[in-house]
């Protein structure tokens, strides 16, 4: 798809109102989700949206600690060389959260040729929505989100712990999904978030307590934009962020940060519109029609591919355990949380696919990319989607293809895989699988604590 640029006029309309605003937060996401970039002074800004704000292109070479993989050859290689970052239009919004004198802006890498930057997972998905576009079609996207509230001091272990409760001041330990007790204990916190996330136009929907203590999830409504709906979930993962902090908490998306708690996921519903604004999946059959059908196959064909994107890190395999809501199989049903992907319950004409699979920890454009393009893959192939599962889907998984649960094969999955090759590109694919292999390797070669608990004495 075309780079849509933003015009300097829209950020003077936004100063003039908003004369408080000193300085401007330039936000980068990188292939971890992980905001890099700059703060520039207000009367800085009219060079960034003309020509642009100077990063290296080893912003997308970075491990979770912000090193670069050098192997990616966007290091030394060719002089950690900059490349100019142009806002992304409709993003500068204000931060209440740290006064009245700070906003932000997201960007977006380009080349040195000017043309997108092939490593920015944003434009990666903008590769993908083209082909979209050829049909004349759009998807409609939904994030959920699952995190928790930690207290900022760790355990004697290093280890995280949850947060005192601010109506009973006891640490709890216990697990109450849907529970209106818990959710009253950080309703202040909560509402906050939902304020903020009001000013910077992200659209939460519903809010409920999870599984394990001070874990919650909210819900972002659908757009008609999957890119939007991208900006959205960053935007929002940093507000939840912020305001955690200004309340003496820490918020984490952490796939697993409690051994023996349920993890943190990202879930993705979509459907897709055609040009009339008709969602091409309507139909009164619960398991939609054979486009959805198609997609469902898909996506299923695909997931064990996508699986280095859905879980990027070591801790993300902590997560992938059976009976624990995270999908071990390549599944499929309706109305049933133990599948892959699930065909939830609703109206004939707002029939949709959720993916189940990704924890938080996910960058949400790349999530968004793989599933649209197996979603996409299996429409253009007409793949045959296999019997939808009922009842216990860790029991009844048949002949399910299992899906990857360590990192290792993962990464083979997704390196040797056509599908996203043709879909985000060989370029892209090398660099991520490169990226992720040099974290995956650095973080195995370092000493534990169980290194000695389990092996000094006995062996």
Same mark, same amino acid.
């Given at each position: 798809?075309?780079?849509?640029?933003?015009?300097?006029?829209?950020?003077?309309?936004?100063?003039?109102?908003?004369?408080?605003?000193?300085?401007?937060?330039?936000?980068?996401?990188?292939?971890?989700?992980?905001?890099?970039?700059?703060?520039?002074?207000? !009367? /800085? %800004?009219?060079? @960034?949206? *003309?020509?642009?704000?100077?990063?290296?292109?080893?912003?997308?070479?970075? #491990? $979770?600690?912000?090193?670069?993989?050098?192997?990616?050859?966007?290091?030394?290689?060719?002089?950690?060389?900059?490349?100019?970052?142009?806002?992304?239009?409709?993003?500068?919004?204000?931060?209440?959260?740290?006064?009245?004198?700070?906003?932000?802006?997201?960007?977006?890498?380009?080349?040195?040729?000017?043309?997108?930057?092939?490593?920015?997972?944003?434009?990666?998905?903008?590769?993908?929505?083209?082909?979209?576009?050829?049909?004349?079609?759009?998807?409609?996207?939904?994030?959920?989100?699952?995190?928790?509230?930690?207290?900022?001091?760790?355990?004697?272990?290093?280890?995280?712990?949850?947060?005192?409760?601010?109506?009973?001041?006891?640490?709890?330990?216990?697990?109450?999904?849907?529970?209106? !007790? /818990? %959710?009253?204990? @950080?309703? *202040?916190?909560?509402?906050?978030?939902?304020?903020?996330?009001?000013?910077? #136009? $992200?659209?939460?929907?519903?809010?409920?307590?999870?599984?394990?203590?001070?874990?919650?999830?909210?819900?972002?409504?659908?757009?008609?934009?999957?890119?939007?709906?991208?900006?959205?979930?960053?935007?929002?993962?940093?507000?939840?962020?912020?305001?955690?902090?200004?309340?003496?908490?820490?918020?984490?998306?952490?796939?697993?940060?409690?051994?023996?708690?349920?993890?943190?996921?990202?879930?993705?519903?979509?459907?897709?519109?055609?040009?009339?604004?008709?969602?091409?999946?309507?139909?009164?059959?619960?398991?939609?029609?054979?486009?959805?059908?198609?997609?469902?196959?898909?996506?299923?064909?695909?997931?064990?591919?996508?699986?280095?994107?859905?879980?990027?890190?070591?801790?993300?395999?902590?997560?992938?355990?059976?009976?624990?809501?995270?999908?071990?199989?390549?599944?499929?049903?309706?109305?049933?949380?133990?599948?892959?992907?699930?065909?939830?319950?609703?109206?004939?004409?707002?029939?949709?696919?959720?993916?189940?699979?990704?924890?938080?920890?996910?960058?949400?454009?790349?999530?968004?990319?793989?599933?649209?393009?197996?979603?996409?893959?299996?429409?253009?192939?007409?793949?045959?989607?296999?019997?939808?599962?009922?009842?216990?889907?860790?029991?009844?998984?048949?002949?399910?293809?299992?899906?990857?649960?360590?990192?290792?094969?993962?990464?083979?999955?997704?390196?040797?895989?056509?599908?996203?090759?043709?879909?985000?590109?060989?370029?892209?694919?090398?660099?991520?699988?490169?990226?992720?292999?040099?974290?995956?390797?650095?973080?195995?070669?370092?000493?534990?604590?169980?290194?000695?608990?389990?092996?000094?004495?006995?062996?």
């Amino acid at each position: 798809m075309a780079l849509l640029r933003d015009d300097f006029s829209n950020a003077q309309a936004f100063l003039a109102a908003r004369p408080a605003v000193k300085v401007v937060d330039l936000l980068l996401p990188d292939l971890c989700g992980i905001l890099r970039g700059k703060r520039v002074d207000v !009367a /800085d %800004l009219s060079t @960034v949206y *003309d020509k642009g704000m100077y990063l290296p292109g080893s912003m997308f070479a970075l #491990d $979770v600690m912000g090193g670069t993989i050098q192997a990616t050859g966007l290091g030394f290689d060719e002089g950690d060389a900059d490349r100019p970052c142009l806002p992304v239009p409709g993003s500068l919004f204000t931060s209440p959260w740290m006064g009245p004198s700070v906003a932000q802006l997201q960007v977006q890498m380009l080349d040195h040729d000017r043309r997108p930057f092939f490593g920015d997972p944003r434009h990666v998905l903008d590769t993908v929505l083209g082909r979209y576009a050829k049909r004349g079609w759009r998807p409609v996207v939904a994030i959920e989100l699952e995190f928790y509230f930690v207290d900022p001091e760790r355990t004697p272990a290093g280890h995280a712990q949850p947060p005192r409760s601010q109506l009973t001041g006891r640490r709890e330990h216990r697990t109450q999904i849907n529970s209106m !007790a /818990d %959710l009253n204990s @950080v309703s *202040d916190i909560l509402s906050e978030i939902a304020a903020n996330c009001a000013v910077q #136009d $992200v659209p939460t929907g519903t809010a409920l307590a999870e599984y394990g203590p001070s874990q919650w999830e909210v819900n972002l409504r659908h757009v008609d934009d999957a890119r939007l709906a991208c900006d959205q979930a960053i935007r929002f993962k940093r507000i939840v962020k912020g305001i955690a902090l200004r309340h003496g908490l820490e918020a984490t998306f952490m796939a697993k940060p409690y051994e023996d708690m349920a993890g943190s996921g990202m879930h993705m519903h979509v459907s897709v519109q055609n040009e009339s604004g008709h969602n091409v999946f309507a139909s009164a059959d619960e398991l939609g029609n054979a486009l959805l059908k198609h997609a469902a196959a898909g996506l299923l064909a695909t997931m064990a591919d996508g699986m280095a994107v859905f879980a990027p890190n070591a801790n993300s395999y902590r997560r992938l355990r059976p009976e624990a809501y995270v999908p071990t199989h390549a599944t499929w049903g309706y109305n049933n949380r133990g599948v892959a992907v699930r065909v939830p319950v609703s109206g004939p004409e707002d029939r949709r696919l959720e993916h189940r699979v990704a924890g938080a920890d996910a960058n949400p454009y790349l999530l968004c990319a793989v599933v649209l393009a197996g979603m996409l893959h299996g429409i253009e192939k007409k793949l045959a989607a296999p019997e939808a599962l009922t009842g216990n889907a860790y029991s009844q998984r048949s002949s399910a293809p299992r899906l990857p649960t360590d990192w290792p094969t993962a990464l083979a999955h997704f390196g040797a895989s056509s599908v996203l090759r043709e879909f985000l590109g060989d370029r892209f694919v090398q660099l991520y699988e490169v990226t992720r292999r040099g974290e995956m390797q650095d973080f195995m070669a370092r000493l534990t604590p169980l290194d000695f608990a389990w092996y000094l004495e006995p062996v």
